[in-house]
């Protein structure tokens, strides 16, 4: 047992007889466990870089004096505080684009890491941040203290429990707007240090609080640093720097000595000097509003998104005034090449944007080619979905469209009903056929009445002499409308004449009838898909060229209640998806025609739900036929997809009722993907750093409140009364000399804080997008084997508002749960759980009762001890799936601290011996065996016998 001493000199003891008062001062501290190659230039010059996965990804810095684009460190599991202290950049003065730090294990501070970055330009931001840290659990302070402009967008820092130092910086100084920047849910100031060193640093407008990044880093503002600067920086023997300089300088008064340039900057001859400048001479051209190229330089650029791999440098004369080198040209410019050189000029008139193929399946499709004058290939059109402002966003994004240069492809679009959109086509070329014939294909358009809308002089050429046409099942669109367009065109509408045109019967007729029955048959399921065969019409035919394809329809169907006709949205807007299948090719004779079309994938399904499905065939009527070529369409068949991984319990709820006790509640998975069979529980506790407390002087420091007291709000008070059954669960005692109406905080309106819960969701979906880059090299769907993402549709984790949320109507804060590890791509190992995690327990689902909340008490804690707790759910093992291990769901983790103990900070009696020499006091004690959380300080209360007056000595 350790024993705490002391010695006080020159004190009065009157009979031998003092009485000493002891209480321990404790503070809490918690620790959570503590993409490509880059051509770096010899200037130190980066492209954007994203470290991620490992921590030595970080070698990827090593000598990059500038980041132009965004630097992100995101996605390191398992990383430890150690393997960070082995990287240091302080070369790193400048991002021109945004810093997001998420997710990254073991990463304590950055201070290590980027000592002198200097400036984050925001030219490229997240959901209008510039500098983002979320959800960084081993982070205890920032740590940037050269940091002292953010040029463009806020701040946004939320959601890390152990970071400290926040509310030390005034930000506003930082950041030219501060009532965008969004910094909450971070640990409490009262459990922080937040010491800064002693009246060094400058001290905040708003209320003289003093301003730093950490106990030994005050925060650099310049109008206090260097008064007689007029609002410049100035050197560390405070002389000013010249006035082209932002965030310091080597040197005063030089503008090649400069931290980071205020405006531009110019490699001289010497290559290690860079000389800042207010802008760039002639024959050289500013790059992202920071530097300036040669022509050679600006055309070796590349971009370093990897979703504009393709682009490179251009120039672009007197742009507002500047020579200017872009990866883009602006709006009203387009694109040159002479000589192998790409330049942007000014458009003679609306701009000509030439754009690739394109498959418009949505509005948000149709975006991309908003602006294109011309389709560089063939312009394919199926839109399913239906929006009251369908048209109109259409005719905004493709109404400049005036050359297609290979054919028009309009099927399967049922809320379409005119193409009057496309109201400046004026040719299509046919460059590129459609199967090889058709120039333009209009079919199965339910709701079709009309093409467009010309006069005899602004009629659609179609180029190609010996392209067809081809205009099927448009029940609503009458063959008048369709010859009106042909003779427009100047194509002969005659079928005697011209065979190019085939028009069916089954344009301006109702619905289809005559159908024969088509045999279909479900051939394999996964968890996200369907394989299916059906009959080979061609046999049934007696003219096989008049079929032209297949169509399938399937859609979720809880019920065996399909109907093929009543529910449907003639605009589109029911539930029946479509997938058009090309017949098959058969060279032999009729009577060896296989019986079966091939096999058919239907991919992206959900999992374990059950579907409806029909197919149909698509086939030129001919009543000169023996058989009338008559359609076909299988009965509706339904089929269940097998299961997967379970979606994330949702709204888990921590609540600490004792000191040795823990309630945990949720509620079962959004989509289980299957029977939950149980639940596994997890914990862990976190360790205090007592280190990282010791930077406060308790004795002398500025006192805080304690955030030990059992202090119980209305949200804690409400679970505790309503879902906690426990014989341990039980309220608090109450506090002696407080008002209870004082200890309960008045939770802000439910609007308020759902609106904030969305603001938050989008932020967080903004990051994730960021995060995960798409792989253009994986195209969805497994045939194969079990898909691992949630649903199978997306790769990225995207949280819905509400469903991982805790928003209940005594609710005061709306709780976000970190979950582990994040979804990854197929064919990529992922561990379910957090290493450090330990079970305790497997909690039996109720299978009769799905919607109710799930319950588990953790009990034999210690006190005041902060604990992570984690959640996964389990269904029961499939008979259908081969190895059928990923039956967990991922981890929901949330961190609580267990309630103080009322005698754990009590200093035994027994323990104190008094020595004493002639006027000297030595007194020695045991300390508190498990105070709550760590002993930083104690009071010694030392009292004469004769008399009233106290002396208290802080030890």
């Known amino acids: 047992m350790s024993r705490g001493t002391t010695t006080m000199s020159q004190l009065h003891v009157i009979g031998n007889s003092l009485c000493v008062f002891f209480w321990a001062s404790i503070a809490a501290l918690y620790f959570h466990g503590a993409d490509g190659f880059v051509n770096h230039s010899a200037h130190g010059l980066c492209p954007s870089m994203y470290i991620r996965n490992v921590v030595h990804d970080l070698e990827r810095l090593t000598k990059c004096r500038v980041i132009e684009g965004n630097l992100q460190i995101s996605l390191i599991h398992n990383g430890v505080a150690s393997a960070y202290m082995n990287y240091s950049f302080p070369q790193l003065r400048e991002i021109t684009g945004y810093f997001l730090l998420t997710w990254a294990d073991g990463l304590q501070t950055l201070k290590n890491l980027f000592p ?85 640093c400058p001290k905040a407008e708003s209320d003289s609080r003093d301003l730093c990044w950490s106990n030994s880093d005050c925060q650099i503002v310049h109008k206090d ?49 860079i000389v800042c ?11 992202l509003n920071r530097r300036c190229v040669t022509e050679d330089e600006c055309r070796n650029i590349q971009s370093s998104d990897p979703r504009k791999r393709n682009l490179r440098g251009k120039r672009l004369d007197n742009f507002n005034g500047n020579d200017v080198c872009v990866l883009e040209c602006p709006k009203n410019y387009k694109t040159v090449v002479q000589n192998d050189r790409e330049f942007c000029e000014p458009c003679d008139g609306p701009c000509k944007k030439i754009c690739p193929a394109t498959f418009v399946d949505s509005v948000e499709l149709s975006a991309n080619l908003k602006g294109c004058t011309t389709v560089n290939g063939t312009l394919k059109i199926q839109i399913r979905g239906y929006s009251t402002n ?60 009309d093409l467009w809308n010309r006069t005899e002089g602004s009629s659609i050429q179609i180029l190609r002499p010996e392209a067809r046409v081809l205009f099927h099942y448009n029940p609503k669109l009458c063959p008048e409308v369709i010859h009106t367009f042909l003779r427009q065109s100047t194509i002969n509408t005659s079928r005697e004449t011209n065979p190019t045109i085939d028009i069916g019967v089954t344009n301006g007729d109702k619905v289809p009838c005559n159908k024969a029955e088509l045999a279909l048959e479900i051939r394999k399921k996964t968890n996200s898909s369907v394989t299916i065969r059906w009959e080979n019409f061609r046999r049934n035919l007696t003219d096989p060229r008049h079929l032209l394809n297949y169509e399938v329809y399937y859609k979720v169907s809880p019920e065996q209640t399909a109907s093929l006709y009543e529910d449907r949205d003639p605009c589109g807007g029911d539930d029946w998806k479509v997938l058009d299948v090309a017949k098959m090719s058969f060279e032999g004779s009729r009577q060896d025609e296989p019986i079966w079309q091939g096999e058919t994938l239907i991919p992206k399904l959900l999992f374990y739900t059950q579907y409806a499905l029909y197919v149909k065939t698509v086939v030129i009527p001919n009543t000169d036929s023996p058989n009338q070529n008559i359609a076909a369409q299988s009965k509706i068949l339904y089929f269940t997809t097998l299961p997967g991984v379970p979606s994330d319990p ?88 407080q008002n209870p109406s004082e200890r309960i905080t008045t939770p802000a309106p439910l609007a308020e804080r759902q609106k904030s819960a969305r603001i938050d969701e989008d932020v967080e979906n903004a990051i994730t997008n960021a995060v995960y880059i798409p792989n253009p090299e994986y195209k969805g769907g497994d045939e194969g084997g079990l898909d691992i993402l949630d649903g199978g549709s997306s790769r990225r984790r995207r949280r819905s508002f509400m469903e991982n949320e805790f928003l209940g109507p005594d609710s005061q804060e709306v709780h976000f749960i970190k979950t582990f590890p994040y979804n990854q791509p197929p064919g990529e190992h992922v561990s379910l759980k957090h290493p450090d995690m330990n079970k305790i327990a497997d909690v039996r689902a109720n ?45 929901i983790t949330d961190t609580i601290t267990t309630l103080p103990s009322d005698i754990a900070d009590y200093v035994d009696v027994r323990s104190i011996v008094v020595n004493v020499t002639g006027n000297e006091i030595k007194l020695s004690w045991e300390e508190p065996p498990k105070p709550n959380g760590i002993a930083m300080s104690y009071n010694v209360n030392v009292t004469r016998v004769d008399s009233s007056k106290t002396s208290v000595m802080k030890l």
């Open 225 to 273: 640093k260097c008064p007689g600067c007029g609002g410049r920086p100035c050197t560390e023997d405070n002389k000013c720097c010249d006035e082209q300089c932002l965030g310091g300088c080597y040197a005063s008064n030089s503008p090649s000595e400069c931290f980071v340039c205020k405006n531009v900057e110019l490699l001289d001859m010497n290559p290690t000097k």
């Open 277 to 287: 400048l207010s802008h760039c001479p002639k024959s050289t051209f500013e790059y």
């Open 116 to 200: 002198n970055l200097t400036i984050i330009r925001g030219q490229e931001f997240v959901y209008n941040y510039a500098l983002l840290i979320r959800e960084m659990s081993g982070m205890y302070e920032i740590g940037l203290p050269s940091l002292t402009n953010i040029m463009s967008r806020g701040v946004y820092i939320s959601r890390n429990p152990n970071l400290c130092y926040v509310d030390t910086i005034d930000w506003a100084r930082i950041t030219n707007d501060a009532s965008i920047n969004d910094i909450q849910k971070n640990k409490p100031s009262d459990q922080c240090p937040n010491l800064c060193p002693l009246n060094r």
């Open 847 to 891: 299978q009769t009762n799905l919607e109710g909340r799930g319950i588990f008490y953790v009990s034999n804690l210690t006190h005041f001890t902060q604990y992570t707790i984690g959640i996964m759910a389990c269904r029961v093992v499939s008979p259908d799936i081969p190895n059928d291990t990923r039956i967990c769901s991922n981890m």
């Open 650 to 737: 949702r709204d888990m709820t921590l609540v600490s009722n004792s000191s040795h006790g823990i309630v945990i509640s949720w509620f079962p998975p959004k989509t289980p993907n299957g029977l939950i069979k149980n639940y596994e529980i997890y914990l862990k506790e976190e360790a205090k750093n007592p280190s990282f407390q010791d930077q406060r002087d308790y004795c002398n420091g500025r006192p805080v409140s304690d955030s030990r007291t059992r202090v119980k709000d209305q949200t804690t008070i409400s679970i505790t009364q309503t879902i906690l059954g426990h014989p341990d669960v039980r309220e608090c005692c109450s506090c002696s000399g």
């Open 390 to 449: 369908l048209v109109k966003e259409l005719e905004n994004n493709l109404d400049m469209i005036e050359d297609i240069e290979g054919s028009l492809v309009v099927a399967n679009s049922y809320s379409l009903s005119s193409l009057n959109f496309l109201k400046s086509l004026k040719r299509i070329h046919g460059n590129i056929l459609e199967e090889n014939v058709y120039a333009v294909v209009v079919k199965s358009n339910e709701n079709m009445q």
